[in-house]
């Protein structure tokens, strides 16, 4: 896992000092170069054997494997990852912006690409094909992304039951057999009540797979499976488009695994497509 993904999916369970230290290299990453662990531990005043910790903490070495390693990571990006390339007028807020939004969409995909190893992935597509009902539940924003991703699962002849009511989807739980399977989409996997939801379907004998931030939480770490979402940015409207695009690539490529991995869900699709498309034109 590139280090700088890394230290963002583990920034939640670091001490106070170490976020000190994750926050510096974060917006920093493209000026890491210049400093030696002792710059580095004067300008955050901090003790040099912190920065050394922290770097070894995260599976390195030491603080020049880490340094190395980000250097690397900066340059694949091409540029600073949290700033676009300046325009040749200088003052054209339109363009920048626009270009600016493209290239942190990009790198949100990739990074969201790379924090979901292919193994999971092809585990969670066994899951969701071989699931005899797939439950579909997420909250608020959460729910947007549960209805359209239980609207196209549906379209490929999988039975779903999708809820944005936590009581209407507790009281469904009677319907839960061994191998069915819930998808819970929460952006940050905190909310208690969907936690005990998990664990009641657990109880009997479903599987969960969590879909959230690309952090530590506890939908997460009780699920069976688990999907990550990468998306950061300083300003908090970025980062919830960000978080909304990469959803979608994640998402986008499940639904074309399963179509690739089910010649019949493809069928099953177009007769779908084309009862829907008659009944629009009638």
Known sequence: MPPLLKIRSERGQMSAIERRIADFILDNAHLLRDYSSQQLASALGISQSSVVKFSQ?????????????????????????QQAPSEPDGGDDYRR???ALRRSK????????????REEIERIVQLLDGAPKLFVHGLGDDGLFAREFAM????????????????????????????????????????AQLS?????????????????????NPLRAHADAA?????????????????????HALLDFL???????????????AV??????HLLDS
């Open 152 to 191: 196209r699962l549906s379209l490929l002849g999988l039975l779903v039951v999708p809820h944005t009511d936590p009581i209407l989807m507790l009281a469904n739980l009677s319907a839960a057999r061994p191998g069915d399977v819930l998808l819970v989409f929460s952006e940050f996997g905190n909310l």
């Open 106 to 117: 990009a790198q949100a995909e990739e990074e969201t690409r790379q924090a979901n190893p």
């Open 196 to 216: 005990q939801l998990s664990r009641q379907f657990q109880d009997m004998g479903g599987k969960v797979i969590s879909i959230t931030r690309h952090t530590a």
């Open 57 to 81: 903490k995260l599976g390195f070495k030491g603080y020049p494997d880490l340094k190395y390693s980000i250097g690397q990571d900066v340059a694949r990006a091409g540029a600073d990852p």
């Open 255 to 269: 639904f074309v695994l399963l179509c690739h991995a089910n010649p019949d869900r493809q069928q099953q699709l």
């Open 227 to 247: 999907l990550a979402v990468c998306a950061h940015d300083r300003t908090p409207q970025v980062a919830q488009l960000l978080y909304r695009s990469a959803m």
């Open 97 to 99: 912006l626009g270009e």
């Open 272 to 277: 779908n497509l084309e009862r829907i498309d």
